[in-house]
Nanobody
């Protein structure tokens, strides 16, 4: 059974950092791109970052570029999201997901086949 489990969320103050992790089990995802999305209260789920299968190519949404960094460790079947200089507008539930493609061009929700249950990040001002 495929399972993605996010961890690392919490309550922080503006300017703080957090590192989210997403551990996959049930099969290896080293051949697929993986991404992070987030959903703020009352808003639609939005793309945050994607990393290709090898980890050599990444893309981040403009809203987080320069502050967030996606990375992966295929040996551990895990993807990470390092979040620095957090802002109150980053408050959301963060989800990791596995794309059905290997490249780093998966920005849409419908390009992802597997999703985690989410981890909540709350940034106070």
């Amino acid at each position: 059974q495929v399972q993605l489990v996010e961890s690392g969320g919490g309550l922080v103050q503006a300017g703080d950092s957090l590192r989210l992790s997403c551990a996959a089990s049930g099969r290896s995802f080293s051949g697929y791109a993986m991404g992070w999305f987030r959903q703020a209260p009352g808003k639609e789920r939005e793309f945050v970052a994607v990393i290709n299968s090898s980890g050599g190519r990444t893309y981040h949404a403009n809203s987080v570029k320069g502050r967030f960094t996606i990375s992966r460790d295929n040996a551990k079947n895990t993807v990470y999201l390092q979040m620095n200089n957090l802002k109150p507008e980053d408050t959301a539930v963060y989800y990791c997901a596995v794309s059905r493609y290997f490249g780093g061009d998966s920005y849409r929700l419908d390009e992802y086949d597997y999703w985690g249950q989410g981890t909540r990040v709350t940034v106070s001002s």
